[in-house]
């Protein structure tokens, strides 16, 4: 299980590095528009809330709410349409055309159902977590909070079992969140070992971003880079797992 996790997760890093061309097609220009649309709404909302400051009444707050609810849809369209198209050029071969991804507007409409549905199952582990874990931590102090925060890392790892329902609406290939689980009994510890690794790349950029935390500037951008590439990473993993246990790919 240890060597296999590892063996994902390998694959996962070469989907990327091998595939940069393609990626820059599928992720920049979706990636600049999402940018232009945050910097947009972002200043109309510092605006609005300038005014608010200032005395304005508090019929703002609504609009101001509908603006934030409004980037948030409009960034998870774009992202949506960007990771359908990643997950179908890796398992379909679907190259990208020119530097606008296809729109695969029923993919991305399965895509995000599948999204609410791992989110509603996480808020439902986590929710019990938060509830029991302050009589954890009363009872058992510091090994109590040591046995909450590897309660949270294990519900982490557990939720990748029915990741693949993500691939699976990226393929127009749908499957619920029972079948991806049933897919990956017996996968726990392969998933651990992937998981493992995934966070301790996110800790090596967290670890590089505080080394350079003086130099404002390179650390803006190497923090832009790291949130890209680490998503990306993330995605990737996805799609490997589901080549792997899904369709029986070799890695």
């Avoid at 960034?75 to 349409?81: N, S, V």
């Avoid at 399965?110 to 019990?128: A, M, Q, R």
């Avoid at 925060?149 to 329902?165: D, S």
Wanted: with cysteine.
């Amino acid at each position: 299980m240890t060597v296999i996790g590892w063996k994902l997760f390998i694959h996962s890093v070469n989907m990327v590095l091998h595939n940069i061309p393609q990626l820059m097609r599928i992720f920049l220009v979706p990636a600049l528009i999402a940018l232009a649309i945050a910097y947009l709404a972002i200043g109309g909302l510092l605006g609005d809330v300038g005014l608010q400051a200032r005395g304005f009444d508090g019929d703002m707050f609504f609009p101001v709410l509908w603006r934030i609810v409004g980037l948030w849809l409009v960034i998870g369209l774009i992202g949506a349409w960007t990771v359908v198209a990643w997950h179908r050029y890796v398992l379909l071969e679907e190259h990208p055309q020119g530097w606008i991804p296809a729109l695969h507007k029923a993919e991305m409409g399965n895509y995000i159902l599948g999204l609410i549905k791992l989110f509603l199952i996480g808020i439902l582990f986590y929710s019990v977590l938060a509830f029991i874990g302050p009589a954890f931590v009363q009872s058992l102090g510091m090994v109590g909070l040591y046995l909450l925060l590897a309660a949270g890392g294990l519900i982490a790892i557990f939720m990748f079992r029915f990741a693949l329902v993500l691939p699976a609406a990226a393929l127009g290939k749908p499957i619920g969140v029972s079948e991806s689980s049933a897919l990956t009994t017996g996968a726990f510890g392969t998933l651990f070992v992937l998981g493992v690794c995934l966070f301790g790349l996110q800790l090596v950029a967290e670890l590089i971003l505080f080394l350079v935390a003086d130099a404002v500037l390179i650390a803006m951008v190497l923090d832009m880079a790291f949130s890209v590439v680490l998503a990306v990473l993330n995605i990737s993993a996805l799609t490997t797992l589901y080549g792997y246990y899904v369709e029986k790919r070799p890695i």
